[in-house]
């Protein structure tokens, strides 16, 4: 088994960060309106990539640049600008669908990875875009012994990308599914004029949905699921099956997720990869990283349709069923290096010896710890309320201006009867 890249989102700086702490070998994130997430996520600019470049690569961190949505006419030369920008600042490659995007980036020399909206099903479709290529995501519709007989015909067809080596296979390892082929749904269009696939998605399969008879006018409420809004995928819990077909790149979903989602879920994966790259990889462990995974957001697990099994696996409540939340709880006014220490303002709630706390930044990333004592005053005091000022000990360096949220355990909603 070769090396496993684990390929982790980021959809603003603070989680750009929380990729790295988590253990990321490469980040995907998008710019301007040109890819899939353009609504549901802040997204970069231009001007935001050589800095992005040069702190990945100070990391040994790849970055991987999304410009897959369908493009326009009109959408063209902002393309050839961003590939353009792409080239000059160091970004490591493109992930791309539109045929336009992938022809042009290929005459510049920027290395192309073929998005899942290719909807890459079979070893002709690998043959093909490996002319283009050096990565293929493979349709997230695939049963793992079909993933394994396209990375076998790779390697026993010797096939290779433009960079001369084997063509590398990505699949998506962990987070939100769309009811859709390989994400190209026209729900969002056909209700409200708003294409997913131009970014825009507006998420209405996620809603609850009544059934009205055309023949009567009676009208059904669909209990306790919602029918178009699968669980979130998750294959932690056969990650040494899914690693034995011989894919090389998990992708996590999640550029429009918090900043602690993206380190949890990134830190997991890239243990529970290297425990199977070792033979550690166990029951219990599987357990611990799972209840991890559940703290943050989620829509519920399952595993997809890699285990050969049919779509059947829907949410059952609105929202996320994770069992811990964040509650803003104030910001950092002052860092002091040398002694570890955080001088805080508590705006809302209090905060006392023993509450978990996440501090997040643009720059810091995500900082989890458990508050153990705090100075209000310079004198020990039992908490600090709303309005007081107070000083903690940090498990990592901070920032003035980062956000301290209270991380509390958190009642999972349960549907309705």
Same mark, same amino acid.
């Given at each position: ?23 990321? *070998? ?17 997204? +970069?600019?231009?001007? /935001? ?21 369908? @493009?326009?006419? !009109? *959408? ?38 073929? &998005? ?17 290529? /050096? ?38 390892? !962990?987070?939100?599914? $769309? ?27 996620? =809603?609850?949905?009544?059934?009205? &008879?055309?023949? *009567? ?14 669980? *979130?995928?998750?294959?932690?819990? +056969?990650? /040494? ?26 830190? $997991? ?11 550690? +990889? ?12 559940? &703290? ?23 929202? &996320? ?11 950092? @006014? =002052? ?7 955080? !001088? ?13 706390? @996440? ?59």
């Amino acid at each position: 088994m070769g090396t496993i890249e684990i390929m982790a989102p980021a959809g603003d700086h603070a989680s750009f960060r929380a990729a790295i702490q988590g253990g990321a *070998d490469a980040i995907y994130f998008g710019v301007e309106q040109l890819n899939m997430r353009a609504r549901a996520t802040n997204n +970069f600019t231009l001007d /935001d990539l050589p800095e992005l470049a040069a702190l990945a690569g100070t990391h040994g961190v790849k970055t991987y640049l999304t410009l897959n949505t369908i @493009l326009y006419d !009109h *959408d063209l030369p902002l393309m050839r600008k961003v590939i353009d920008t792409v080239k000059t600042s160091g970004i490591t490659a493109i992930i791309a669908a539109d045929q336009a995007a992938v022809s042009y980036a290929f005459s510049r020399g920027v290395e192309v990875h073929m &998005s899942t909206q290719v909807n890459i099903s079979n070893i002709e479709m690998v043959r093909f875009y490996a002319h283009f290529a /050096d990565v293929v995501v493979l349709a997230r519709e695939l049963s793992l012994r079909q993933m394994k007989y396209i990375v076998e015909q790779i390697r026993k067809e010797q096939i290779t990308g433009p960079s001369g080596e084997l063509v590398r296979v990505e699949v998506f390892a !962990h987070g939100a599914l $769309c009811m859709a082929v390989s994400g190209k749904c026209y729900l969002s269009l056909h209700a409200y004029n708003s294409s997913a696939n131009r970014g825009a998605c507006r998420q209405n399969c996620r =809603h609850s949905y009544t059934v009205e &008879s055309t023949e *009567d006018g009676t009208t059904l409420e669909v209990d306790n699921e919602y029918i178009m809004s699968p669980k *979130d995928l998750c294959t932690l819990n +056969f990650l /040494d099956e899914l690693l034995d077909t011989g894919v090389t790149v998990l992708k996590i979903e999640g550029r429009g997720r918090s900043p602690e989602y993206v380190q949890t879920v990134t830190r $997991c994966y890239r243990e529970a990869a290297t425990a199977v790259q070792e033979g550690t +990889f166990t029951p219990e462990k599987v357990a611990a990283w799972m209840e991890r995974l559940e &703290s943050v957001y989620n829509r519920g697990f399952w595993d997809g349709y890699y285990l050969g099994r049919r779509l059947g696996e829907w949410s059952t409540v609105y929202g &996320s069923a994770a069992t811990r939340q964040k509650i803003f709880l104030g910001n950092v @006014l =002052h860092y002091y290096p040398k002694a570890g220490v955080a !001088h805080l303002r508590v705006k809302a709630r209090e905060l006392k010896p023993g509450d978990p706390v @996440l501090i997040i930044g643009d720059t810091t990333g995500v900082v989890e710890l458990t508050v153990a004592s705090l100075y209000v005053d310079e004198v020990p005091a039992e908490k600090a309320v709303q309005g007081q000022e107070c000083t903690i000990t940090v498990s990592g360096k901070v920032r003035a201006g980062d956000k301290v949220y209270l991380w509390e355990s958190r009642e999972v909603p349960v549907a309705s009867a």
